[in-house]
């Protein structure tokens, strides 16, 4: 589990196709910490370490995640969004996140306001996927708060540090990005709406 507060960027330094999986070999500062088996999400996506030499280490993504995140568009030279694990006496300075993505979204708006960074997000709302205002949402591995929640589309706001220390920075109008709505929003939309949608 995850709370959607990143603690570094990795930078893809090598990607070899597997089959139909792919290997990352990812540099970053964090990455002497990591062990062989742990659990790392990367841009929101959990992913297991499989390898590690000082502030390399090497991940693997099958071909389901491959399909369902924008892992399958990393390019060399890309950066994404780090966050180990939370521990069990850990805080919760984000939100609920699994490392799970639901679906992938598309960056539609950026605007400069006041120093910080307005996004605009849009997602195919067919797959039963909702925001609420002022609600949760995990955008690239990134714990955000949403405002002008509409069906299919949402805003967030970037504060500086943010837009330093995350890929955000790097983001384009048109890019895709990771999506991983509230774990609470989706069971009560369940207990709702039942398996029907």
């Not at 139909?20 to 910490?33: D, K, P």
């Not at 959990?46 to 000082?54: H, K, Q, S, W």
């Not at 195919?124 to 929640?149: H, M, P, R």
Request: proline share 2%.
């Amino acid at each position: 589990m995850f709370t959607g507060i990143v603690e570094a960027t990795g930078l893809v330094e090598n990607i070899v196709n597997q089959g139909s999986n792919v290997q990352f070999t990812i540099q970053s500062a964090i990455a002497s910490t990591f062990k062989v088996d742990q659990s790392i999400s990367h841009n929101g996506v959990c992913l297991t370490v499989v390898a590690c030499d000082g502030d390399r280490y090497q991940v693997t993504a099958v071909e389901e995640t491959l399909l369902k995140t924008n892992l399958r568009d990393l390019k060399t030279g890309d950066l994404v969004n780090l966050e180990r694990c939370m521990p069990a006496n850990g805080r919760f300075d984000g939100h609920i996140v699994q490392g799970h993505v639901d679906q992938v979204g598309t960056c539609r708006h950026i605007a400069q306001r006041d120093g910080s960074w307005l996004f605009d997000f849009s997602f195919d709302e067919a797959q039963g996927n909702v925001t609420v205002e002022k609600g949760s949402i995990c955008i690239n591995g990134v714990s955000l708060t949403v405002f002008n929640s509409q069906p299919g589309s949402f805003r967030v706001t970037i504060i500086p540090y943010t837009y330093e220390f995350t890929n955000f920075a790097g983001l384009r109008v048109g890019d895709s990005v990771n999506l991983e709505f509230d774990i609470l929003g989706k069971y009560i939309k369940r207990i709702l709406t039942g398996y029907q949608s």
